[in-house]
């Protein structure tokens, strides 16, 4: 079982005085390993670490292949990277397995990116794609994939595809951050939540509950079983496509895929928060953050912020510093300072985010108060 942290949305809360964030909680909730196994259909840690080969854990069944994608350290033992040019993994014949017959179940990932979105280099980054080879015939597939045809569109999409429209796909809220670790599950059928619907999604172990639906609703219900026999006969990672009016050519992945699993039932939001948390084990940054002058400030003012950042389990990689929301500066070394220059008058808020190697962050947070001039 693999254990780090990635894809939930964490609720950053600010206040009027220093409050440290960390996006991890490692209290593991205690539901069994035994248990999470219940309904698992396919499972690829990825922990070969070398060879060509990567297999199922739950049979001898859907056996896969890299192909340019090398072996890394991932959130738990090793994952595969992608170079965004043309590696990518496959894995072949799941027309005759129980996949095809699903119409309902989770699905699980953990991943990170690199940033090819914002300098437009790509349309997407394709996570894990079921469906054609090619870009002949229909457009019937199913993908999770960052960005959408927009350098400023970060999001995560869970995206189904039949016929060329599409029944069902909604979106992260926020845009996600390269090289960080995320969990993501996906899930489908009846009355998956409190709410009663019949689609959700996860992020690092919390319900997207401000999730956006581009197509479909809440109470959307498709799953592979509404593809014709035989018509969805590979998995790829990080390889893929969306419709053809949006990615004529199919894409490829810069980034790190570790476990995937695939449930034929919807699990409990319980369930996912352990899967979470037993990829969550790696300890994150510990960040704190000084600011120059104070506790009064008249505009417009400069204002020096100092972060001390340590990593337990390894090293620090960037400090990044954000005034109100924006990021103004990442900094690759020790001593981390910036200097934030002519801020005027209001409430505004300075946050250091640290983030270690493995991918993992965290944050703390000031609220400074500037008086304009009389």
Same mark, same amino acid.
């Given at each position: 079982?693999?254990?780090? %942290?990635?894809?939930?949305?964490?609720?950053?809360?600010?206040?009027?005085?220093?409050?440290?964030?960390? *996006?991890?909680?490692?209290?593991?909730?205690?539901?069994?390993?035994?248990?999470?196994?219940?309904?698992?259909?396919?499972?690829?840690?990825?922990?070969?670490?070398?060879?060509?080969?990567?297999?199922?854990?739950?049979?001898?069944?859907?056996?896969?292949?890299?192909?340019?994608?090398?072996?890394?350290?991932?959130?738990?033992?090793?994952?595969?990277?992608?170079?965004?040019? @043309?590696?990518?993994?496959?894995?072949?014949?799941?027309? +005759?397995?129980?996949?095809?017959?699903?119409?309902?179940?989770?699905?699980?990932?953990?991943?990170?990116?690199?940033?090819?979105?914002?300098?437009?280099?790509?349309?997407?980054?394709?996570?894990?794609?079921?469906?054609?080879?090619?870009?002949?015939?229909?457009?019937?597939?199913?993908?999770?994939?960052?960005?959408?045809?927009?350098?400023?569109?970060?999001?995560?999409?869970?995206?189904?595809?039949?016929?060329?429209?599409?029944?069902?796909?909604?979106?992260?809220?926020?845009?996600?951050?390269?090289?960080?670790?995320?969990?993501?599950?996906?899930?489908?059928?009846?009355?998956?939540?409190?709410?009663?619907?019949?689609?959700?999604?996860?992020?690092?172990?919390?319900?997207?509950?401000?999730?956006?639906?581009?197509?479909?609703?809440?109470?959307?219900?498709?799953?592979?079983?509404?593809?014709? +026999?035989?018509?969805?006969?590979?998995?790829?990672?990080?390889?893929?496509?969306?419709?053809?009016?949006?990615?004529?050519?199919?894409?490829?992945?810069?980034? *790190?895929?570790?476990?995937?699993?695939?449930? @034929?039932?919807?699990?409990?939001?319980?369930?996912?928060?352990?899967?979470?948390?037993?990829?969550?084990?790696?300890?994150?940054?510990?960040?704190?953050?000084?600011?120059?002058?104070?506790?009064?400030?008249?505009?417009?003012?400069?204002?020096?912020?100092?972060?001390?950042?340590?990593?337990?389990?390894?090293?620090?990689?960037? %400090?990044?510093?954000?005034?109100?929301?924006?990021?103004r500066f990442s900094d690759l070394a020790a001593p981390y300072k910036?200097?934030?220059?002519?801020?005027?008058?209001?409430?505004?808020?300075?946050?250091?985010?640290?983030?270690? @190697?493995?991918?993992? +962050?965290?944050?703390? +947070?000031?609220?400074?108060?500037?008086r304009a001039q009389h």
């Open positions: 079982m693999k254990t780090i %942290v990635c894809l939930a949305i964490a609720a950053f809360l600010f206040s009027s005085c220093e409050k440290e964030i960390l *996006v991890e909680d490692h209290t593991l909730t205690g539901v069994s390993e035994k248990y999470l196994d219940e309904g698992l259909v396919a499972c690829w840690k990825f922990d070969e670490e070398t060879g060509k080969y990567f297999y199922n854990e739950t049979s001898g069944q859907l056996t896969g292949q890299k192909y340019g994608a090398t072996w890394v350290t991932g959130v738990v033992g090793s994952a595969l990277k992608y170079d965004g040019v @043309n590696d990518y993994a496959k894995v072949s014949g799941i027309n +005759s397995h129980v996949l095809g017959d699903m119409t309902q179940g989770s699905i699980s990932i953990w991943f990170r990116y690199a940033d090819s979105l914002d300098n437009g280099s790509k349309p997407i980054q394709p996570l894990m794609y079921i469906g054609k080879s090619d870009t002949t015939g229909n457009d019937d597939c199913f993908i999770i994939e960052i960005g959408h045809n927009d350098p400023q569109n970060s999001t995560l999409y869970f995206t189904w595809i039949r016929n060329g429209e599409l029944p069902l796909c909604f979106s992260s809220a926020q845009n996600l951050t390269p090289e960080t670790w995320y969990h993501f599950v996906g899930m489908v059928g009846d009355h998956v939540n409190d709410y009663g619907q019949n689609n959700t999604g996860y992020l690092n172990g919390v319900e997207m509950t401000d999730r956006n639906y581009n197509y479909g609703d809440p109470f959307t219900k498709v799953f592979f079983k509404m593809y014709p +026999s035989g018509e969805l006969q590979n998995i790829w990672f990080g390889y893929g496509k969306t419709r053809d009016s949006h990615t004529p050519d199919f894409e490829f992945l810069a980034g *790190v895929v570790d476990e995937i699993r695939i449930y @034929n039932r919807p699990l409990t939001s319980q369930e996912v928060l352990t899967l979470y948390q037993q990829g969550s084990q790696n300890v994150p940054p510990v960040i704190s953050l000084q600011v120059s002058g104070g506790p009064f400030y008249t505009e417009p003012t400069d204002i020096t912020a100092t972060a001390i950042a340590t990593d337990p389990d390894g090293s620090v990689v960037r %400090v990044e510093f954000y005034l109100d929301g924006v990021l910036f200097k934030f220059t002519g801020i005027m008058a209001g409430n505004h808020t300075i946050l250091v985010k640290a983030i270690d @190697n493995a991918g993992f +962050s965290s944050e703390t +947070s000031r609220v400074i108060n500037v």
